[in-house]
């Protein structure tokens, strides 16, 4: 049996800087996409004072926002909405050729382990598991039993090293931590970041080739990325996958807030 949700979201943006800024160039990379597990509606983007942008891709196939804002402004303000059809299948893509993802094998400066991550993979005897999906399963479920989930302890840019030395962290430093002990077994694996049914913050999981096929596992919630999840973007960690950068005019310093919306609309069941 399969279930196929239609799940409305909304998503705001807001960015404030210490002093208004001007000749601001920014890349937003938070659009959903079409996969094999959810196809895209509708969209709707307001960006404030910002008359024309671009939607591109990036390196890692990533759909983005590319725009620019010339007038002095001390506040950026985005919001995006739309439907998805989720669940249309379990896997989110599928290669023929998974040696192009060879990337996804090597550790970052926010995956590199050091000595406490070292010693969680041989605690855990991850070296057993001869299939990638058997030790992300396990990891799943291990990971969520052993950190805490704690929205003050780490930072943004906070490593998988640091953070399991801090005992935990949140979606961001759950998936970093995976990433290292997957890679150090030798798995590919990536980052992912998108959105979950409910309401809060964008969230973060774990994507792993098994076969050919790229799976969603999410150690903070202890379960698969299922119909509850949309995607919208993926890399090495959690830089590739950062929802807003770019350029400005001014050294201002920038501090930004985020609101995530998910409702169900319909579901339908096809047996």
């Given at each position: 049996m399969?279930?196929?949700k239609?799940?409305?979201?909304?998503?705001?943006?807001s960015a404030?800087?210490?002093?208004?800024?001007?000749?601001?160039r920014?890349?937003?990379?938070?659009?959903?996409?079409?996969?094999?597990?959810?196809k895209?509606?509708?969209?709707d983007?307001f960006?404030?004072?910002?008359?024309?942008?671009?939607?591109?891709?990036?390196?890692?196939?990533n759909?983005?926002?590319s725009?620019?804002?010339?007038q002095?402004h001390?506040?950026f303000?985005?919001?995006?909405?739309g439907?998805v059809?989720?669940?249309?299948?379990i896997?989110?893509?599928y290669?023929?050729?998974?040696e192009?993802?060879?990337i996804y094998r090597?550790?970052?400066?926010?995956?590199?382990?050091?000595?406490?991550l070292?010693?969680l993979?041989?605690?855990?005897?991850i070296?057993?598991?001869?299939?990638?999906?058997?030790?992300?399963i396990?990891?799943?479920g291990?990971?969520?039993?052993?950190?805490?989930?704690d929205?003050v302890s780490?930072?943004?840019?906070?490593?998988?090293?640091s953070?399991l030395?801090?005992?935990?962290?949140?979606?961001?430093d759950?998936?970093?931590i995976?990433?290292?002990?997957?890679?150090?077994?030798?798995?590919?694996?990536?980052?992912?970041?998108?959105?979950?049914?409910g309401?809060g913050?964008?969230h973060?999981?774990t994507?792993?080739?098994?076969?050919g096929?790229?799976?969603?596992f999410?150690?903070?919630?202890?379960?698969l990325?299922?119909?509850?999840?949309?995607r919208?973007s993926?890399?090495?960690?959690?830089?590739?996958?950062?929802?807003?950068?770019?350029?400005?005019n001014?050294?201002?310093?920038?501090t930004?807030?985020?609101?995530?919306?998910?409702?169900?609309?319909k579901?339908k069941?096809?047996?």
């Open positions: 399969i279930v196929i239609r799940l409305h979201f909304r998503y705001e943006l404030f800087y210490s002093s208004p800024i001007t000749d601001h920014f890349i937003f990379r938070f659009l959903p996409k079409d996969t094999p597990r959810q895209i509606e509708e969209t983007i960006i404030a004072n910002c008359h024309k942008y671009d939607v591109l891709e990036d390196s890692f196939g759909s983005t926002i725009g620019y804002i010339n002095q001390a506040r303000d985005l919001v995006l909405s439907n059809i989720t669940g249309t299948d896997y989110e893509e290669s023929d050729f998974p192009k993802y060879s090597e550790q970052t400066a926010l995956t590199q382990p050091g000595t406490a070292q010693q993979y041989y605690q855990l005897g070296d057993k598991f001869r299939s990638a999906y058997e030790a992300a396990f990891l799943t291990r990971l969520y039993e052993i950190l805490r989930y929205s780490t930072v943004m840019g906070e490593s998988a090293e953070a030395q801090k005992g935990g962290g949140v979606c961001q759950y998936s970093h995976m990433l290292s002990l997957l890679r150090k077994r030798g798995i590919t694996a990536r980052y992912a970041a998108g959105m979950m049914l309401e913050a964008s973060a999981w994507e792993v080739l098994c076969c096929y790229w799976y969603g999410d150690p903070t919630n202890q379960r990325v299922d119909d509850d999840y949309i919208v993926c890399g090495r960690d959690a830089a590739d996958c950062a929802v807003i950068s770019g350029t400005m001014w050294g201002a310093s920038q930004q807030q985020e609101h995530t919306l998910v409702t169900e609309v579901k069941i096809y047996k």
